[in-house]
């Protein structure tokens, strides 16, 4: 078989061994108990750009610390219905003995306005993150090009059944390249 013939199957291969690894990449972190998110603010900009997806590990909230990075939820005043990836910048403990959170993004020159308190006993800690993958969670958040990815595959497939269809129905050749002629029979 030449090069030029292997090339489709290898390309082939290739596209299934790149799912294969993007899927794995994918699950992996789920399976090891990481959460991950992806940023889609500037207010974290120099530690983590747009499009880096954060990796962080659910711990106890006694052991947050001043500067661990969490991603929460901003009380219902803060006017913010959205999860924020921000640096912790002061813990500290009210009257009643209840903790009481301020975070502030690292290209922010302010600490955010409000304070929180967190509702459950753990909370995601930022342990890794890697740059430029969000991307493509933020594209596949698109309705239109989830539509494009997943059904120009599904279009190539029909298209592909269809012409094995319209070939197996096509009349076989006959002796010269043409169209055999129909058979028929006489009865007597």
Do not use: C
């Not at 500037?42 to 530690?47: C, F, H, I, L, V």
């Not at 594209?139 to 269809?162: F, K, N, W, Y």
Request: charged share 20%; net charge neutral.
């Amino acid at each position: 078989m030449s090069a030029a013939m292997r090339l489709p199957h290898f390309l082939g291969n290739a596209v299934i061994a790149l799912v294969i690894v993007g899927s794995l990449a994918f699950m992996l972190p789920s399976l090891l108990g990481y959460e991950r998110y992806v940023i889609t603010g500037g207010s974290m900009a120099g530690t983590f750009e747009i499009g880096s997806v954060v990796f962080e590990e659910p711990v106890p909230v006694e052991d947050l610390r001043v500067g661990d990075v969490i991603t929460y939820l901003p009380p219902a005043e803060a006017g913010i219905d959205n999860l924020v990836t921000h640096r912790i910048h002061r813990i500290r403990q009210t009257a009643e003995g209840e903790t009481v959170y301020r975070t502030k993004g690292d290209a922010n020159a302010d600490v955010d306005p409000w304070t929180f308190r967190l509702e459950s006993d753990r909370q995601p800690r930022m342990s890794f993150a890697v740059p430029a993958v969000g991307h493509v969670f933020i594209a596949l958040a698109d309705r239109a090009t989830r539509i494009v990815v997943t059904g120009l595959p599904a279009a190539l497939v029909a298209l592909a059944s269809l012409v094995q269809l319209l070939r197996a129905l096509r009349p076989a050749p006959g002796p010269t390249g043409g169209a055999r002629p129909a058979v028929t029979t006489r009865s007597a």
